[in-house]
């Protein structure tokens, strides 16, 4: 049978021990339960990993208590069109640079930033990094964007705890979907598919999902 | 917004879920909590990586063979065939036979236990999987991916023909999908995604597996 080569493109981190997480968050472990070489049938391993490791969706719920948990988020916000911006600041994503793309409602927009092009490179947490300013964020709620998504671990900025909170909130609380930690290095800026469901963890503030786009 | 019509047929995972007897259980444990005056709501999830909905992949049986992170993405996403097993016992090659599988389609089976396997904390026996002559003739047709609503495929007829149907649909290019839910899901034509999580050289990965008709 012919195969026709996939379009698909993974934007996802690979997930393994020790890969780069927040500053002050546990990283990744993984335990081998089955063992061929010590005589099992098969090879069976474990993952420990925050809700938030590799690519992933965070849910209202990590910054507000009674907010919608991961699993209770509608599943069409992460099948569908999706729109890769390219962005040159190398600060920051502001409103003014965000202006000439005509930005609609219902949009899913993912951000490929300067970000994509090194930080993935080692597993240390990297700043500074390219993140969403406090006015972008607002401006993308106000254009009531469907879900957004960055290159790297976060959306908001570094300087202070005090902003990179904010930057969440309002996208949380403006019904703004945020996926973390994409990997765009290499994509172009356009129109995509995006496939990018979490896993269904009960009601928790965030879970791991496999992100991949094709062009449309 | 138009009303989904995605249908989840994932597991719900959490703290003490279903898995099998002798493997360790899901833990969840709250690293971050406003009730003890941090900021945010922070989780941190201990599980076998055949937790709940999942892909196994042929390192699984064959050490040194592919990790579920090569395995090509398409696999994962399309047409993708609901057919329910009557069989009270197990899926045998009989009962296929009356259906239209063609090269490249994704099965799911819908078996009796989808009914009721997944209400328990233990998967239960007996339960229905797949035979070895029904794996050996669903290799026949060439199929792309099997799914089926339990922890196993196979082990119907014995514990080694648990290890031997895994083996005869990984050594065949035929990606496995073990513990979706098909209870209330009709039988026919659908689109599948369930593309797993990107687990480096896993020998298996946990996946949100949606269907939707066609």
Same mark, same amino acid.
């Given at each position: 049978?012919?195969?026709?080569?996939?379009?698909?493109?993974d934007?996802s981190l690979p997930i393994y021990e020790?890969m780069v997480?927040?500053?002050?968050?546990?990283?990744v472990?993984?335990?081998?339960?089955?063992?061929?070489?010590?005589?099992?049938?098969?090879?069976?391993?474990? &993952?420990?990993?925050?809700?938030?490791t590799g690519t992933?969706?965070?849910?209202?719920?990590?910054?507000?208590? %009674?907010?919608?948990?991961?699993?209770?988020?509608? &599943?069409?916000?992460?099948?569908?069109?999706?729109?890769?911006?390219?962005?040159?600041?190398?600060?920051?994503?502001?409103?003014?640079?965000?202006?000439?793309?005509?930005?609609?409602?219902?949009?899913?927009?993912?951000?490929?930033?300067?970000?994509?092009?090194?930080?993935y490179?080692?597993?240390?947490?990297?700043?500074?990094?390219?993140?969403?300013?406090?006015?972008?964020?607002?401006?993308?709620? %106000?254009?009531?964007?469907? &879900?957004?998504?960055?290159?790297?671990?976060?959306?908001?900025?570094?300087?202070?705890?005090?902003?990179?909170?904010?930057?969440?909130?309002?996208?949380?609380?403006?019904?703004?979907?945020?996926?973390?930690e994409?990997n765009?290095?290499?994509?172009?800026?356009?129109?995509?598919?995006?496939?990018?469901?979490?896993?269904?963890?009960?009601?928790? %503030?965030?879970?791991?999902?496999r992100?991949?786009?094709?062009?449309? | 917004? !138009?009303?989904?019509?995605?249908?989840?047929?994932?597991? $719900?995972?959490?703290?003490?879920?279903?898995?099998?007897?002798?493997? $360790?259980?899901?833990? #969840?444990?709250?690293?971050?909590?406003? !009730? /003890?005056?941090?900021?945010?709501?922070?989780?941190?999830?201990?599980?076998?990586?055949?937790?709940?909905?999942?892909?196994?992949?042929?390192?699984? #049986?064959?050490?040194?063979?592919?990790g579920v992170d090569e395995? $090509?993405?398409?696999?994962?996403?399309?047409?993708?065939?609901?057919?329910?097993? /009557?069989? $009270?016992? *197990?899926?045998?090659? *009989?009962?296929?036979?009356?259906?239209?599988? =063609?090269?490249?389609?994704?099965?799911? #089976?819908?078996?009796?236990?989808?009914?009721?396997?997944?209400?328990?904390?233990? #998967?239960?026996?007996?339960?229905?999987?797949?035979?070895?002559? !029904?794996?050996?003739?669903?290799?026949?047709? /060439?199929?792309?991916?099997?799914?089926?609503?339990?922890?196993?495929?196979?082990?119907?007829?014995? =514990?080694? *023909?648990?290890?031997?149907?895994?083996?005869?649909?990984?050594? *065949?290019?035929?990606?496995?999908?073990?513990?979706?839910?098909? /209870?209330?899901?009709?039988?026919?034509?659908?689109?599948?995604?369930?593309?797993?999580l990107r687990f480096r050289k896993g020998?298996?990965a946990?996946? =949100?597996?949606?269907?939707?008709?066609?």
């Amino acid at each position: 049978m012919v195969k026709a080569k996939s379009e698909w493109i993974d934007i996802s981190l690979p997930i393994y021990e020790g890969m780069v997480g927040g500053p002050n968050d546990p990283r990744v472990t993984v335990r081998l339960v089955r063992d061929p070489a010590k005589g099992d049938a098969v090879t069976m391993s474990q &993952l420990t990993m925050i809700s938030h490791t590799g690519t992933h969706i965070d849910a209202p719920r990590h910054f507000f208590v %009674d907010g919608t948990t991961i699993d209770a988020l509608p &599943l069409e916000t992460f099948i569908g069109p999706a729109r890769v911006i390219e962005i040159k600041d190398t600060d920051s994503i502001k409103p003014a640079e965000l202006e000439p793309y005509n930005i609609r409602a219902g949009e899913r927009i993912l951000f490929k930033t300067k970000n994509s092009s090194h930080v993935y490179d080692s597993d240390k947490f990297t700043t500074p990094y390219v993140y969403i300013s406090n006015e972008a964020a607002q401006l993308l709620v %106000d254009k009531k964007v469907q &879900l957004v998504g960055i290159d790297y671990i976060t959306v908001g900025g570094y300087a202070t705890r005090e902003d990179n909170r904010l930057v969440h909130k309002l996208f949380l609380n403006g019904g703004v979907s945020i996926l973390e930690e994409v990997n765009l290095k290499g994509v172009k800026p356009g129109n995509y598919e995006l496939l990018a469901v979490p896993l269904r963890f009960h009601k928790l %503030d965030a879970a791991p999902c496999r992100a991949i786009i094709r062009p449309i | 917004m !138009a009303k989904s019509n995605w249908i989840d047929i994932s597991l $719900p995972i959490y703290a003490g879920m279903i898995g099998g007897p002798k493997d $360790p259980r899901v833990e #969840f444990k709250l690293l971050r909590d406003p !009730a /003890k005056g941090d900021p945010v709501t922070m989780s941190q999830v201990t599980m076998s990586c055949h937790s709940g909905t999942h892909i196994d992949a042929p390192l699984h #049986f064959f050490p040194g063979s592919a990790g579920v992170d090569e395995l $090509p993405l398409d696999t994962f996403i399309g047409p993708a065939q609901v057919i329910e097993i /009557k069989d $009270p016992d *197990a899926v045998k090659s *009989a009962e296929l036979k009356d259906y239209d599988i =063609r090269p490249g389609d994704r099965l799911l #089976f819908k078996t009796k236990n989808s009914s009721w396997v997944f209400d328990g904390e233990f #998967f239960p026996t007996p339960y229905i999987s797949i035979t070895i002559e !029904a794996a050996q003739f669903l290799v026949g047709k /060439k199929i792309k991916m099997v799914g089926i609503d339990y922890i196993t495929v196979g082990g119907s007829e014995s =514990r080694e *023909a648990n290890m031997t149907v895994h083996k005869i649909f990984l050594d *065949a290019g035929i990606a496995i999908m073990e513990e979706v839910n098909l /209870k209330g899901v009709k039988p026919g034509r659908y689109e599948l995604n369930a593309v797993p999580l990107r687990f480096r050289k896993g020998d298996a990965a946990p996946c =949100r597996a949606l269907i939707r008709p066609v």
